[in-house]
């Protein structure tokens, strides 16, 4: 079954631009049933949608964060990633990524890594 | 912007019933919305129970069920167990791509 991985930073400092890739298995990401997003989770708080990718490239963006956010797909390697610029303290989150489907589906899900904004 | 709103936090008992609802802060949720529900425990990434507003995901069992309620989209847990204590969150299709999460539900099984 398709699993899906992050990776990247942990640690990210006040200004900089958070960067993450999410690595898919057990299936193709070239796939055009799906498309491919990223969802964030601050601590202690709720689920907060980032922005999706389409196999052809097409991107969606949550519009509170569509100044700053670029997500992208590498269908050679079998990856998507978020670019989130001139970070703060308030971009501290879990980031996940899912695969992204029928409208408002996020399944499966990769387990989350926490990105910490801090100098 | 559209909020997508949830209950705070709900009881229930063991063996118990409890509705979570799914609404909008302007306005109804219908099926075209594709209303979809995530549970969510300490440390976990959520997890996936119902999509396209009844459509529960494989494995999960039938005393989950989802629905529309008057002007929400609504998720029922019935003969409510203890492991079912966790956050719960809907998500909304808004169109032209944008996809929203509700502010999540805390239930408490007691």
């Known amino acids: 079954q398709v699993q899906l991985q992050e990776s990247g930073p942990g640690l990210v400092k006040p200004s900089e631009t958070l960067s993450l890739t999410c690595t898919v298995s057990?299936?193709?990401?070239?796939?055009?049933?799906?498309?491919w997003g990223w969802v964030r989770q601050p601590p202690g708080k709720g689920l907060e949608w980032v922005g999706t990718?389409?196999?052809?490239?097409?991107?969606y963006y949550n519009p509170s964060l569509k100044s700053r956010v670029t997500v992208s797909i590498d269908t050679s390697k079998n990856q998507f990633s978020l670019k989130l610029s001139s970070v703060t303290a308030a971009d501290t989150a879990v980031f996940y990524c899912?695969?992204?489907?029928?409208?408002?589906?996020?399944?499966?899900w990769g387990p989350g890594t926490l990105v910490t904004v801090s100098s | 912007q559209t909020v997508v709103t949830q209950e705070a936090s709900l009881s229930v008992s063991p063996g118990g019933t409890v509705t979570l609802t799914c609404g909008l802060s302007?306005?109804?949720?219908?099926?075209?919305?594709?209303p979809s529900w995530y549970q969510q425990t300490p440390g976990q990434a959520p997890r996936t129970l119902i999509y396209?507003?009844?459509t529960r995901s494989s494995g999960v069992p039938d005393r989950f069920s989802g629905s529309i309620l008057g002007n929400k989209a609504a998720l029922t847990i019935t003969g409510a167990q203890a492991n079912d204590e966790s956050d719960y969150y809907c998500?909304?299709?808004?169109?032209?791509?944008?996809?929203?999460f509700g502010g999540g539900t805390k239930l408490t099984v007691v």
């Open positions: 899912a695969r992204h489907w029928s409208g408002s589906v996020f399944d499966p």
């Open positions: 057990g299936g193709s990401i070239s796939s055009s049933s799906y498309y």
């Open positions: 990718v389409y196999y052809n490239g097409n991107t």
């Open positions: 302007s306005g109804s949720v219908s099926t075209s919305y594709y």
């Open positions: 396209n507003t009844n």
């Open positions: 998500a909304l299709y808004m169109g032209s791509g944008i996809s929203v």
